[in-house]
């Protein structure tokens, strides 16, 4: 980030020359000639407390800056042509710094079908049964998600390879519920709560935003599916009276989030 501090007082205007508006863009001039990419402030020239206050509001900047040099996005089986969203081209990944690898679905059910019987699961299972409380509707499915659970953090330990954070995109549909027996979304929920976020359909764009927002909010983050098909139903029950909505807003619904299951106003 380039800042300038400005004159301290009338004193200093009047025995000094005012340089700071003069040195910044002469900095801005020859960060131009050497090619060198910096954050410039809108309002880049202030006392010495405003620079201040300007060096703090860069922080998450530099955070996520920092962090996408530092990235390796893993994703596991094809980008689905009908989510014609999900199917970006990696090229401006790479030029971000950000490393990624693609795996296939079958390389990721192998690793699972290895996990089975590991002696980790039952500890993982308790920490979910603990964590869903009285939301655990089918506790005869963790055994199964913990496994998986394992499964992914254990290949993200072996192959982040020199990068320091991961972010993870995976299909979880259509085949993905007949052979491993489950959906991914709560096991892919808890890892965003640990700050690796997971996006579903291979969405390695989403995983990539996912993983901008926790590093600028400090916080774990979620992708919204966007959709205008709230039942009248829904509406009167949870919202017409709670909420300053219409039936007609546009509205979208929270998944592989710690927070699931919230309605939230398009923004």
Not at 83 to 100: D, K, R, S, T
Not at 161 to 178: H, L, N
Request: glycine content about 8%; proline content about 6%; hydrophobic content about 40%.
């Amino acid at each position: 980030m380039f800042a300038a501090a400005a004159e301290e007082n009338i004193a200093v205007l009047s025995s000094s020359r005012g340089d700071a508006y003069c040195g910044l863009l002469n900095a801005s001039y020859n960060l131009h000639l050497r090619g060198v990419k910096a954050y410039i402030p809108e309002e880049p020239v202030q006392d010495e407390e405003g620079v201040a206050d300007l060096i703090y509001e860069f922080i998450p900047i530099a955070r996520a800056a920092y962090g996408l040099r530092h990235l390796k996005i893993i994703s596991f089986g094809p980008r689905p042509s009908n989510f014609m969203a999900c199917n970006a081209p990696i090229q401006q990944i790479y030029n971000l710094g950000v490393e990624i690898e693609e795996n296939s679905e079958l390389d990721l059910f192998e690793s699972f079908k290895k996990h089975a019987g590991d002696e980790r699961i039952p500890s993982i299972v308790e920490d979910m049964a603990k964590e869903l409380g009285g939301g655990n509707k089918k506790p005869e499915i963790l055994p199964k998600l913990a496994q998986y659970e394992l499964t992914l953090l254990d290949w993200i330990k072996s192959h982040r390879g020199s990068r320091d954070y991961v972010a993870v995109a995976g299909k979880c549909w259509p085949a993905f519920q007949t052979q491993f027996g489950f959906v991914p979304c709560y096991v892919n929920s808890r890892l965003t709560g640990r700050g690796i976020p997971v996006s579903c359909e291979v969405d390695i764009y989403g995983a990539l935003s996912e993983w901008i927002g926790t590093a600028v909010s400090d916080d774990a983050v979620t992708l919204l599916d966007i959709n205008n098909t709230v039942p009248k139903e829904l509406y009167r029950r949870d919202i017409e009276s709670k909420y300053p909505y219409r039936p007609t807003s546009s509205w979208a619904f929270t998944a592989e989030t710690p927070a699931a299951g919230n309605y939230a106003r398009r923004r």
